[in-house]
């Protein structure tokens, strides 16, 4: 608490150390130095900028930096289907998440509830849980592909699917870690199973249902950069991998320092909204 | 579980509202008839040879926790039940309760068999089990609106605050249970009992968690609150001296498993008893002892003698009976 400043400050620290040394290192002072040494076919993959000279093809903090004040500038720019702006590329990406997301939750809560509830549910239950729970969303693809036909919901199906099992489990543990004592309380007072759902166990478990989904959104943002790559279209994903076709590594940088900031935002709120429900005894 | 709740009440309900067709509903029971025709004689609360066994693993026939308990209170008694930890004490109150189910016997309350928990007993429970997420206020809120589903939002509340202000809780209304202390928790734990004005209160152990002196001043206030409402109350405790300040009848229990009510103790002390000079009156060290000699050693080595019968345990009146002995 006494030095509240140093933390920031050795935060800046860093980040100006980090800055200083992609700085150095991409504006190669030696000039023409890489450029013999070179394998010739790399060099013409790499394209006319390497061919050129010694420039190095990674860009410096201060490309950088011009790249994110002109994205900043104009956010929601559409020229055609390869140049979109940064900010309709995520909210494609987020639209995605949120949607999958929030289905995912429409089901695996009370789903889950019952699977808590019920010890014989949740025993027939558990080995299809067991089983789907750690298949790659991804490797979901092809399949979502080829039922659906429409890559656009099939990314929101990758997407219902990662979120569905942390929020499914944790509701379930939630559920069925309710005190016996309060349960006792609510049977002593003839509450009706509905006014017991959801003003005793919904509220006893919401702390370990937000834990569940927290870590739903955090994969969630994790699987739909690597999902709109594989379908394609529109979206941060993939933004990133039309940006690697283009060999713009600025605007490569630029989107991936963008995925970072919305996840920790979305983060953020939930934390902050399970921050909101906790209790504490 | 709770769905088979319903139809029980409907029909306790119906049963209360026509005493004569009570026989012939589906719920009550021989033992119930039983109950209704010798209604005059028969005590408000009868239990009758409950036993309880938990069953383990790899023991077809377990020990049972307790067995032929036979014990009946009257309205508006306050009856305690003393004895060693483990001797089944919660069991019973949880089968008094409803919450439980005994392997054997049964209990009559008020005519009429007790299956299933019911608003017509109010419980405080061993730990407070306050809801962590309710402020004191709602907590009792959640009680009287489960009792009066029919009342507005400002009647429950003023209900609610009328108990909790009993319990002289009325500055800390909208505190929530982790900023309470322990005596306060206990006693929002107890507004919420009374504030559904049961027939008859259940208390687990209420004080156990306390220091002596919040555990004196919120005996002060039951006794207080009982005494105003004429509550029936049955109550454990492991306390000699609460026993002795709050009961009018002492059960005491031997040491499990099949742990017997050795004999039940009529406290000869008057009320109202105050707690300052109640160890000036001439009959409270023979009690007191009596009670303690008990727990000490007669809960451990009790024998039923040849005239002891489960059905009809002994009725001690320790102060006279030590001068006749
Ligand atoms: N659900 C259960 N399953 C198995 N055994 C149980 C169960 N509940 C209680 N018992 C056993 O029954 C006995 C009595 O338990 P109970 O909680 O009624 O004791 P108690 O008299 O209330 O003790 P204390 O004074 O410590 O609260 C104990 O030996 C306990 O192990
Ligand atoms: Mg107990």
Same mark, same amino acid.
């Given at each position: ?281 | ?160 605050? #009328?108990?909790?202000? @009993? /319990? !002289?809780? +009325?500055? &800390? ?137 489960? #059905?009809?345990?002994? @009725? /001690? !009146?320790? +102060?006279? &009976?030590?001068?006749?002995?």
């Amino acid at each position: 608490m006494k030095k509240a400043w140093l933390a920031p400050l050795l935060s800046a620290l860093f980040f100006a150390l980090f800055v200083g040394v992609w700085y150095l290192a991409t504006s190669a002072p030696s000039g023409g130095g890489a450029a013999p040494d070179m394998d010739p076919e790399y060099a013409a993959l790499m394209g006319a900028q390497a061919q050129a000279g010694g420039q190095s093809a990674m860009p410096g903090p201060g490309e950088v930096a011009a790249k994110i004040w002109e994205h900043l500038s104009d956010p929601f720019y559409d020229r055609g289907t390869n140049d979109k702006g940064l900010g309709i590329q995520i909210s494609y990406s987020i639209a995605r998440v949120l949607g999958g997301y929030l289905l995912a939750a429409l089901v695996a809560i009370p789903l889950g509830f019952v699977i808590g509830m019920s010890p014989l549910v949740y025993k027939a239950l558990d080995p299809f849980i067991q089983i789907l729970k750690p298949i790659s969303p991804l490797a979901w693809m092809p399949l979502a592909l080829y039922t659906i036909k429409d890559s656009g919901i099939s990314a929101i199906f990758v997407i219902f699917i990662c979120s569905l099992w942390p929020m499914l489990v944790n509701t379930a543990f939630g559920v069925a870690s309710v005190r016996r004592e309060w349960l006792n309380v609510a049977r002593t007072l003839e509450v009706s199973p509905m006014r017991k759902a959801f003003l005793v166990i919904l509220p006893a478990a919401a702390p370990t249902i937000l834990t569940g989904m927290r870590i739903s959104i955090g994969i969630a943002w994790l699987v739909i950069v690597a999902a709109e790559m594989l379908v394609g279209g529109t979206g941060i994903g993939y933004f990133v991998w039309n940006e690697w076709n283009n060999l713009s590594i600025t605007n490569i940088i630029t989107a991936i320092l963008l995925i970072g900031l919305v996840g920790m935002l979305l983060d953020h709120i939930l934390a902050w909204i399970a921050r909101a429900i906790s209790w504490r005894e | 579980m709770n769905a088979s709740l319903a139809p029980v009440v409907t029909l306790r309900t119906q049963a209360s509202g026509d005493l004569d067709d009570a026989p012939s509903l589906a719920s009550a029971s021989s033992a119930a008839k039983k109950g209704l025709t010798t209604m005059t004689t028969q005590p408000f609360l009868k239990v009758e040879g409950l036993k309880r066994q938990f069953p383990q693993p790899g023991k077809p026939d377990p020990a049972p926790v307790f067995e032929e308990l036979h014990f009946g209170i009257e309205r508006g008694q306050f009856v305690c039940v003393l004895g060693h930890s483990g001797c089944g004490k919660t069991t019973i109150l949880n089968i008094l309760a409803g919450l439980d189910e005994a392997t054997d016997g049964h209990v009559i309350m008020d005519g009429r068999e007790v299956r299933g928990p019911s608003l017509d007993r109010g419980v405080v429970f061993q730990g407070h089990a306050l809801m962590p997420w309710l402020s004191a206020l709602k907590n009792v809120e959640f009680a009287v609106r489960s009792r009066h589903p029919d009342w507005s939002a400002k009647q429950v509340r003023e209900h609610a605050v #009328k108990y909790l202000e @009993l /319990v !002289h809780l +009325g500055h &800390a209304l909208d505190k929530k249970p982790a900023e309470l202390s322990g005596g306060m928790k206990q006693r929002v734990g107890i507004a919420r009992a009374f504030s559904i004005e049961p027939k008859m209160l259940l208390l687990d152990e209420p004080f156990g968690a306390l220091d002596a002196l919040t555990r004196g001043s919120i005996q002060d206030e039951l006794i207080g609150i009982v005494e105003a409402t004429q509550q029936t109350v049955f109550m454990i405790t492991h306390d000699v001296d609460e026993a002795i300040l709050l009961a009018d009848r002492i059960v005491l229990m031997t040491n499990g498993p099949r742990a017997k009510i050795a004999e039940i103790v009529v406290n000869p002390l008057a009320r109202p008893r105050v707690r300052e000079t109640l160890h000036q009156q001439p009959a409270f060290y023979t009690l007191r002892n009596h009670l303690v000699d008990f727990l000490v050693k007669r809960s451990r080595e009790f024998q039923p003698g040849p005239d002891w019968d489960p #059905k009809h345990p002994p @009725l /001690v !009146h320790p +102060g006279q &009976a030590s001068q006749s002995a």
